[in-house]
């Protein structure tokens, strides 16, 4: 299947600082990329959908001032946590799909932050 | 709105034994069903899908997953389970038309030797 790369696969910052996270699809065009985020032992949260070119499209409760994704090219897309804080460590998994809706959508592998 | 349910957290099974991990789902239109696994603290890794066509969809791993229309199941099998199927599996759900796809709790499977 198609492959899709995050990264860094890990980061520690200190609170206060902004962390910026890649996600590119490898062997495809994704026209549409999602971010996802994943607490211990639960299932994953929809943060934004994102389509080359166009502002992202947040999830109710999601912060767009606090979560910067831009989606620049139809390979990377990038979202940035602002202003860290420990509450945001969690695991954020990206995702992208081609054109067609009934496409699958692919994985990356995930990117673990831990905000001290 | 679409949803899925998977109703249980854990399934055990010894392996060599079949193995089923269950999904419900509901949209309003038309679904595209989708079923993932996921190793710790990696992303998911996709397994199969249905779209149209045949209920009966073979994957990835010797899976395969069978949509039932009237019940609104997509439950995912294997004949005969391996200790490396072990992992959290996820089954997904996206409306035709709709962009967003919408994930159930997760199941964990548990296969012992």
């Known amino acids: 299947g198609a492959v899709v790369s995050q990264h860094p696969s890990r980061v520690i910052c200190k609170s206060g600082t902004s962390v910026k996270i890649e996600c590119r699809s490898l062997?495809?065009?994704?026209?549409?990329m999602f971010w996802y985020r994943q607490f211990p032992k639960q299932s994953l949260m929809l943060m934004a959908t994102?389509?080359?070119?166009?502002?992202?499209?947040?999830e109710q409760g999601v912060e767009k001032d606090k979560f910067l994704i831009n989606h620049a090219s139809l390979t990377l897309s990038t979202l940035t946590v602002t202003s860290a804080h420990p509450e945001d460590s969690s695991f954020y998994i990206c995702?992208?799909?081609?054109?067609?809706?009934?496409?699958?959508?692919?994985f990356g592998p995930g990117t673990r932050l831990l905000v001290l | 709105a679409q949803s899925v349910a998977q109703p249980e957290d854990q399934v055990n099974v010894a392996e060599g034994n079949p193995l089923t991990v269950k999904c419900t789902y509901s949209?309003?239109?038309?679904?595209?069903l989708f079923w993932y696994v996921q190793y710790p603290n990696r992303g998911l890794q996709f397994l199969l899908k249905?779209?149209?066509?045949?209920?009966l969809v073979k994957g990835s791993y010797g899976f395969e997953a069978e949509f039932n229309k009237s019940q609104t199941s997509f439950h995912l099998k294997k004949p005969s389970a391996l200790v490396s199927d072990s992992a959290l599996y996820f089954c997904?759900?996206?409306?035709?038309?709709?962009?967003?796809?919408?994930f159930g709790a997760g199941t964990r499977l548990t296969v012992k030797p």
């Open positions: 995702s992208a799909r081609g054109t067609a809706l009934q496409e699958t959508q692919y």
């Open positions: 062997d495809f065009q994704a026209t549409t």
């Open positions: 994102s389509n080359e070119g166009s502002k992202a499209t947040y």
């Open positions: 949209v309003s239109g038309n679904p595209y």
């Open positions: 249905y779209i149209t066509g045949d209920n």
């Open positions: 997904a759900v996206r409306d035709m038309g709709s962009s967003d796809m919408r």
